[in-house]
């Protein structure tokens, strides 16, 4: 009975501790209110802390659109063994930007009501924020680095190094664990928009017939056309002076100004690789081949040496990698210097 009885009580920490004095990073996820959320937030830290953070203790920020009660945040907080925020998000940071068309909006959404999350708003707001206005927020100011990390997703290896070590030792911007098609229904004018701007900022543009750009990851060999593949970010890590910075900033808001996010159903993980392939190189951009991964029980990323997947749960076997539906394969495709 006295856990019925229990009066919760959280409050921010006031200060964020961090384990190394060369960079600042921290674990960031998007949450709801919803009781099944908190479950699969609370399974997902504790996977986390099991196979890597209790052995260096780096911070979590947590944003909401809802207010959470304080069970909610105790709850999730007291599995970490770093300091854990949750940040309240207003209509600035998740809603419609000043220039949207509500009427168009909700036209589109009954438009879309066939396609997966056609037919939400929550969804589109969401993809909106961690696409770019998540770079903007004050809780971000001072990280150096973020692991974006998904509620409910599982690592299933444990993870003996420091991958914001090895981002920071190795220079890298941006990482993945999974890269797969888009649907073509949910974004048909995303890949023109983003033309559009790239001719209009060449400047900042990695030349197509570079041997070290991304551009052969998004085109399809032979049409040269876009080909829907995108990294997933529902494990990303990254150097935030990649989203920081002027290229991505103006990148966002010519993308948030066009309306695609509400007009049709523009997702953050495509516009994330979008942005990587025009502004990066590809030895910038690095894939986990040694950190497991699965997704919804389906989607897993098993690392191929044994030294490694004898230690994990999941089955080299089963690993999404070389499915069809996969696109890990272009990118590991070997540049005309590695030939």
Not at 117 to 141: N, T, V, W
Not at 234 to 262: H, K, M, P, V, W
């Amino acid at each position: 009975m006295s856990s019925q009885n229990n009066k919760w009580i959280f409050s921010n920490p006031l200060t964020i501790s961090h384990p190394d004095p060369r960079w600042r990073a921290a674990f960031v996820t998007f949450v709801d209110g919803e009781r099944s959320a908190l479950t699969k937030l609370r399974q997902t830290i504790r996977n986390l802390e099991d196979n890597f953070n209790h052995a260096h203790g780096y911070p979590y920020i947590i944003f909401s659109h809802e207010a959470l009660s304080d069970e909610y945040k105790e709850l999730a907080s007291s599995l970490a063994s770093g300091n854990v925020t949750f940040e309240h998000l207003g209509s600035d940071m998740y809603g419609y930007s000043n220039t949207t068309d509500r009427t168009k909006a909700a036209k589109a959404r009954v438009d879309m009501k066939d396609v997966m999350f056609g037919e939400s708003e929550d969804y589109r707001f969401q993809s909106r924020f961690m696409a770019g206005l998540i770079f903007r927020h004050p809780a971000l100011k001072e990280l150096d680095y973020y692991w974006r990390f998904e509620p409910g997703t599982e690592y299933v290896c444990p993870i003996d190094f420091d991958p914001f070590q090895y981002m920071h030792a190795n220079k890298k911007k941006f990482s993945f664990s999974m890269a797969l098609y888009e649907y073509h229904e949910v974004m048909p004018t995303l890949y023109d928009t983003t033309l559009k701007f790239a001719q209009e900022h060449l400047k900042w543009i990695q030349p197509i017939e570079s041997k070290n750009s991304l551009w052969d990851f998004i085109l399809d060999a032979d049409s040269k056309d876009f080909n829907r593949c995108h990294f997933w970010s529902n494990f990303q890590i990254a150097d935030l002076s990649f989203y920081r910075s002027e290229q991505f900033q103006t990148f966002f808001n010519y993308i948030d100004e066009s309306g695609g996010f509400f007009y049709e159903r523009w997702g953050d993980p495509v516009i994330h690789t979008l942005a990587a392939v025009m502004f990066l190189k590809k030895e910038e951009v690095h894939f986990w081949e040694d950190v497991g991964y699965r997704v919804a029980n389906y989607f897993t990323h098993c690392p191929a040496d044994k030294k490694l997947y004898s230690r994990c749960s999941c089955r080299p076997d089963k690993n999404f990698d070389y499915d069809g539906y996969s696109c890990l394969r272009f990118f590991k495709k070997p540049t005309l210097e590695e030939l």
